[in-house]
């Protein structure tokens, strides 16, 4: 990596080259190790690798703004392929509304009500794999549960409910640059782009439910009525991929560490420490993009207006500064400060869901199973903005 005059480093890693994503964390270390801030020359973009740094951006959101777009499109220059979210890719004041309706829906109040749901859907769904002793921790797990509670809490129906899946791989995959793979799925949009905009409608939406909850946040005035149904979307866009990704990533962290799925099987009450901890060593949604809506600078380094400012997450969170033994997956460390759900205005604002849906899985699972052993080869799932694995084929040893 040549250092130049400009005060950052270049390199030619490439975030999105699909080969690489195997393993990602010795480009990271390299990364870290080149600077705080580094020019990614294919892209055009800057990354920045270390904690440090990442925090006090997410700290930031004056000289590093959401509005410009949280994928590697330029919002500030380029038209979005959707119109952007009013909590994701929107700046305060506007975002200060919108991202208070979905916290107070998704409180920790509003989790104890789904609590006992999530887990009896966990119990029973780990009761009929462990029946089964060999099944695709991904196929058959990861992808199920989260299906299985997930639309029910935002409150649509079971019509077309496939689409959901479709609409946030390419929610995600609209992250990284256009390539093959996003236009595969937009071949899908006139199906499912209506559907979408459907089921964010209020008659659509089930009494009670988290969807109905912010048509009650527009009666009241706190949000318009117009923007009812794009917030709604939010739902759609980021609340089933991503649990899909950080269970599967979980199970898998668990199953290659037998001695800490050993661990977690005699002490069950530790599945939500280890689905943080997953999410810390292998993050599932490894990075997000600010946009500088002015000049400003990082680490002293200046960066000019528009510039994409790529955000390596999930190399801050095996950063050795911040953390000790970076590289060891273990279930019992202090995982508290991990930046698997971002952090600041912008922190996951559904990290509790996930940490349920999370936590019910590996806690039924824990609760029957002594060990967990791999039998076929892992496939990684074709995505920009997640990762996750498409398949892990898994046998089980009951307790
Ligand atoms: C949204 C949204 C929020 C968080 C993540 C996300 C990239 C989308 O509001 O549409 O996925």
Redesign the pocket.
């Known amino acids: 990596m040549a250092r130049l005059a400009l005060g950052y480093a270049c390199s030619d890693f490439d975030p999105f080259d699909w080969d690489t994503r195997i393993d990602p964390y010795p480009a990271y270390a390299a990364l870290r190790a080149a600077g705080p801030v580094i020019r990614l020359e294919k892209y055009g973009i800057f990354a920045v690798p270390r904690f440090a740094e990442i925090k006090a951006i997410f700290a930031d959101h004056v000289n590093f703004s959401n509005a410009g777009g ?2 590697i499109a330029n919002y500030f220059k380029e038209k979005p392929w959707r119109p952007p ?5 929107a700046d305060p004041p506007l975002h200060t509304r919108t991202r208070k309706v979905l916290a107070r829906i998704m409180s920790p109040g509003a989790m104890r009500k789904l609590e006992d749901a999530f887990k009896a859907k966990a119990v029973e769904l780990a009761d009929e794999l462990v029946e089964r002793k060999s099944f695709d921790a991904i196929r058959d797990l990861a992808e199920v549960f989260p299906v299985t509670v997930f639309p029910d809490a935002l409150g649509i129906d079971n019509e077309g409910r496939e689409n959901f899946l479709t609409y946030g791989a390419m ?2 995959a609209g ?1 990284g640059p256009e390539n093959d793979y996003f236009r595969s799925l937009m071949a899908h949009a006139p199906k499912v782009l209506p559907w979408v905009t459907a089921k964010c409608q209020r008659d659509a939406l089930a009494p009670g439910s988290f969807g109905a909850q912010v048509y009650e946040a527009a009666d009241s005035g706190e949000i318009t009525q117009e923007e009812a149904p794009l917030l709604v ?2 739902f759609l ?2 609340g089933l991929d ?1 649990t899909i990704s950080a269970t599967g990533m979980a199970l898998y962290s668990l199953a290659r560490h037998p001695e800490q799925w050993a661990i977690l099987a005699a002490n069950p009450s530790l599945a939500r420490a280890a689905f943080d901890e997953t999410l810390r060593y292998d993050s599932a949604a490894p990075y997000v993009f600010r946009t500088t809506p002015h000049e400003t600078e990082i680490a002293g380094v200046p960066i000019g207006k528009h510039e994409k400012v790529l955000l390596l997450i999930a190399s801050a969170n095996r950063d050795d500064t911040r953390w000790e033994r970076a590289d060891q997956f273990d279930v019992t460390r202090r995982v508290a400060g991990h930046i698997g759900f971002g952090t600041g205005i912008h922190g ?1 604002v559904g990290q509790m869901v996930a940490r349920l849906e999370g936590e019910a899985v590996l806690a039924a699972l824990a609760a029957r199973v002594a060990s967990i052993e791999i039998t076929g080869e892992p496939v990684y799932r074709d995505s920009s ?1 997640l990762r996750a694995l498409s398949s892990l084929p898994v046998r089980v040893v009951t307790k």
Do not use: N
Not at 85 to 89: H, N
């Open positions: 949280a994928g979210s009013i909590v994701l890719e929610v995600f992250m979307r939010s866009s980021a991503t996951c903005g």
